[in-house]
Structures are given as C-alpha cells and as structure tokens.
C-alpha cells in the first residue's frame, strides 16, 4: 500500500514536471499577456494591480494607516491586542486579484504561483533582514490532517525559499499545531485570539532556542492573532525576539 502511495507520488510529480513543459507562458489570470513560470505565471501588467505596503504604518503590526502621519504610533489593532511578537510587516495588500490568487495558491493547489508570491516576500524581506540581527526562520505550522488535505503548507514553502535568499536556517522543526482550529477568515478579532489561543506547541524532542531571534514567516496576516500565539510559544521555549514576515497583509472590515 505504502509503495503504491510512494509510486502514486513520484508518478504524479514527474507529470506536473512533464506538465510544465507544455505549459503554455501566459498570464493565468488575465491571459493577455505573457508570463514565464518563473514569474509565477503572472504577467507585468497584471502585477501592477498588487498594492505594496508603504509608509505610514503601525510600529508594531505593521497595519497600513490612510494619510499624513510621520511619528512613529501604535494602531488601535495593537491597543486591543496583546501582542507576542516585536513587529510585523507585509509586503503588499491582501485584496483584489492578490487575495485571489492567494486563495488559489492554498485551496487549488495552484503552486505555480508559489515563485511570483515568494518573490513578492524575498524583494521586501530580504533586505529588511540583512545585518546579521536575526538566527533563523520558523514557519506558522499547519495542522497535519490540513496539511495532508493540502498536500503542503504555504507557510514552509514560502519560508525556504526565504531562507534561501537570506541564508538564514529554516527550522520546522520546533512549532507544531495541536489542535486544527476553523478558519479565520469569517471571525472577529476576538474570536480569532480565543481559536488560535491554545494551538500551538513545542515539538516533542525540540531544542530550546535559548537567546534566539527568530523571523516567523506566514502568507497572510490580518489581526495577527495566529503570529502572535506562535511568537508566545517560541518566547516560552527561549527565543529572544520574535519578527514576523508576510507575503500579504489583510485587513478586517
Ligand atoms: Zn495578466
Ligand atoms: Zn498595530
């Protein structure tokens, strides 16, 4: 059984492998214009619909703030909140086509878009990560019935090739997730703490990180409810300061 599973696998990979071959260089979501796999199969116009995260935004969660602010402030978001990590940036918006193919990218297993939305993370991340302050990069671990549903997790892809343009370690092998929580997406602020309160643990057999500074990595982050209950297991087991990095940022209405 578990060789016709392997089989199964290795059969399945080297179609997709095949696949791509054949895959025809078009923008999968205008099909306008050209786009190569390793633009995620986005083209250039399409691209100038996503909206990157600029100035100003909150200190600590990094929630983009509407109009002229030049001090350094705190959102409200974070007022409500009490928050594990030291800060969290994002590279771009989570709406429009974006939040779109995000979804894509998790629900459909649409994983050739997976170099256009690392590559989204690594031009933001990257140089905000230089200067030798930070040891490693952890990913927002997914539950394993979820992550065999899915086949993989975003957060672990998006994070190794983070960690291949940064050369810091990837370590997955510290953060589990113990309990399969609902999805965020339909809940309040609140209730999104409370889910995501006692999800998380320490691996059996994990080291502690004593005095380490970790970068958490996720595809989407909206109250950071979900980064800063990880932060507070990677704090209780040692880490001395806990970043947070995101593909995209989403906003609650
Ligand atoms: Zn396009
Ligand atoms: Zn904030």
Not at 116 to 140: C, H, N, T, Y
Not at 178 to 195: F, G, K, V, W, Y
Request: glycine fraction near 6%; include cysteine; proline fraction near 5%.
């Amino acid at each position: 059984m578990l060789n016709n599973l392997t089989n199964l696998k290795a059969w399945k990979s080297w179609l997709e492998a095949g696949l791509s071959f054949i895959y025809p260089e078009v923008c999968q979501y205008c099909g306008q214009e050209r786009a190569t796999a390793d633009e995620g199969f986005i083209g250039a116009n399409c691209r100038q619909n996503v909206k990157e995260i600029q100035p100003p935004f909150c200190e600590r969660c990094g929630l983009p703030f509407e109009g002229e602010i030049t001090t350094a402030f705190e959102c409200s978001n974070c007022h409500a909140m009490e928050l594990h990590f030291s800060q969290a940036r994002s590279a771009v918006a989570a709406k429009g086509m974006l939040l779109d193919l995000i979804h894509r990218y998790k629900y459909q297993r649409a994983q050739w878009l997976e170099p256009f939305l690392a590559e989204l993370l690594i031009r933001k991340a990257s140089p905000a990560l230089q200067g030798g302050k930070w040891d490693m990069i952890v990913p927002v671990p997914l539950h394993p019935l979820k992550e065999s549903e899915r086949e993989f997790n975003q957060a672990e892809r998006l994070g190794e090739r983070l960690s291949a343009a940064t050369q810091l370690p990837l370590r997955k092998n510290l953060l589990c997730r113990a309990t399969p929580t609902r999805t965020q997406t339909q809940l309040s602020r609140a209730e999104r703490t409370e889910n995501v309160r006692q999800a998380f643990s320490w691996q059996k057999k994990a080291p502690v990180i004593k005095n380490q500074r970790v970068v958490l990595v996720d595809d989407v982050l909206t109250t950071g409810a979900t980064t800063s209950a990880c932060a507070q297991v990677l704090r209780r087991h040692g880490a001395s300061d806990v970043c947070v990095w995101t593909v995209a940022r989403g906003l609650l209405n």
